[in-house]
Structures are given as structure tokens and as C-alpha cells.
């Protein structure tokens, strides 16, 4: 099937956010926050865990609504794009996510069930779903264990943490351990037999996001 769906575009998209952005946060938080992107790229080189040709592991995780969903009963019903994100307060997550649920018909008409993963509770994976009004599974991973398996783990810097409390963002609430570990955005395809077909991260930067057009290609 052909796709119809305008495809958005990340980077569109990004330029906006940031300009909206600088408009809504002070000068002083934009730089910590830029200092600390700019840091994690350099940090955070060679990032994917898993590579196109490897086996998926099996996993069994929490949805937004305590229900447990595991990758052998995603596979049953088809390939599984999974996608790795920080948490509800990211701006760039919601973006990402929300582009990709403009796209999920697309995704399923290509055989495909999209599936987002963060180590938030399951009260904040139902938060980011209903203020983007997601149709996919969000999934809780408690500790960054699956996700591991999958990509870069690091541990959030605290300038940035405190930086996001004077902004009236508590960081530690969004999560059940205090490790304030955090995972280094990336995107997978896993086949119906659990072979991974897709493996991409663009960079350390939490800014830069894989295109839901990148997924949309490799699905056809």
C-alpha cells in the first residue's frame, strides 16, 4: 500500500520547537541545557547495543495501564518498530512521539506495530499518550533494563537536573529508582521472526531524533 500520509519532518519541526523554546525559557537554562547536549554527543559516540542482523531479546514490560506486553506477543501480530525515549517532560520526545503517531497508519499498512519505551512510571508513559493522543503502546522499563540491551544508558548530569527544578520540572518524580539514568534516543525494526532490520541512532544529542521518514523507508 502506497503511502498518503504527509509525511512530517523532524527538523521542521525541531526548528520551531526551539524557537518556541527560546521565547518560553530563560537565556541561562537554554545554555545549560545546550552545554549539556553538546557534551552527551561528544560523550556518546558509538551508541546502538544491537545492529541490523542481531537477535532481539525477548522482553516483558508494563503499559500505561499496568497491562504487561512482551515482544513475543507484539511478533505474533507482525514486525515491531520500538522506539527508546526519555520521558513526558522532554520537548523533543512529545515532538518525535507525536510525529510518529501522524504516521502509525502508515507504520501498520506496511505491517509494522509501533511500540515507545522509557524508563517512566506507567502513570507518566498514560500522561505522554493522552497529551499526544498516541494509538501505540507505551511501555514502563523500570531501572533501563530492556532498554540496555538495546542502547547507550547514562546517568543525567545534575546541572541540568536543578536547572529543570527552577523550571518547576521535579525530574526525579517521572521515575520509581533514583538512578536518573536516562537512555540515548534510538530507533529498531525487529522482523516477524525477531531479526532486527533497522538499527538507528542519530547522536549523543537528545535533540536529534530518527525521521518518521527513515521508518516509513525502511518498512517498504
Known sequence: MSTQTQIPSYQEGLKELQNNLGKMLPQEALAVFDTDANALKENHQSILKLKVGDKAPNFSLSNAIGETITLNALLEKGKVVLTFYRG???????????????????IQSL?????????????????????????????????????????????????????????????????????????????????????????????????NRVEASDIIQALK
Open 88 to 106: 513526558s517532560w522532554c520537548p523533543y520526545c512529545n515532538l518525535q512521539l507525536n510525529q510518529y503517531q501522524h504516521v502509525l497508519e502508515d
Open 111 to 207: 505491517g509494522a506495530n509501533l511500540v515507545a519505551i522509557s524508563p517512566q512510571t506507567p502513570d507518566e508513559s498514560l500522561n505522554i499518550k493522552e497529551k499526544n493522543e498516541l494509538q501505540f503502546e507505551v511501555l514502563s522499563d523500570n531501572g533501563n533494563i530492556v532498554t540496555r540491551q538495546f542502547t547507550t544508558i547514562f546517568k543525567n548530569g545534575e546541572t541540568p537536573i536543578e536547572t529543570m527544578k527552577a523550571l518547576g520540572i521535579d525530574f526525579d518524580s517521572h521515575y520509581t529508582d533514583d538512578s536518573q539514568e536516562l537512555p540515548v534516543p534510538a530507533v529498531f525494526i525487529i522482523e516477524k521472526e525477531g531479526t532486527i532490520s533497522f538499527a538507528k541512532a542519530i547522536d549523543g544529542d537528545y535533540r
